[in-house]
């Protein structure tokens, strides 16, 4: 079985950083991309990055020039550095990867439990 499960989430005040954390685990045969969401209270989940297996890496231009992505493909690990966070970044920030477990021969799409993160003063 594969799980993502991430980190790093917490309350910040306008203008600070953040470095948000997922590891995938588990029987793992191969990572595609990995990517990261979130989801604020009464809106639709919301597209915050993407980085493929090759390092390409996209944007919405709400969190671009702020928000780095990065991974560490030897540890099936994906970051999301966040600076210059705005109140309106608050949300629950979920984990998103496309993996191939050791068992199937096909890519699934597996979802974090999430982090909270709350931009406040």
């Known amino acids: 079985q594969v799980q993502l499960v991430e980190s790093g989430g917490g309350l910040v005040q306008p203008g600070g950083s953040l470095r948000l954390s997922c590891a995938a685990s588990?029987?793992?045969?191969?990572?595609?991309?990995m990517g990261w969401y979130r989801q604020a209270p009464g809106k639709q989940r919301e597209f915050v990055s993407t980085?493929?297996?090759?390092?390409?890496?996209n944007y919405p231009d709400s969190v671009k020039g702020r928000f780095t992505i990065s991974r560490d493909n030897a540890k099936n690990t994906v970051y999301l550095q966040m600076n210059s966070l705005k109140p309106e970044d608050t949300a629950v920030y979920l984990c998103?990867?496309?993996?191939?477990?050791?068992?199937?021969?096909?890519?699934?799409?597996?979802w974090g439990q999430g982090t909270q993160v709350t931009v406040s003063s």
């Open positions: 980085i493929t297996s090759g390092g390409i890496t």
């Open positions: 998103n990867a496309l993996i191939r477990d050791s068992s199937r021969p096909f890519f699934t799409n597996y």
């Open positions: 588990g029987s793992i045969f191969s990572v595609n991309t």
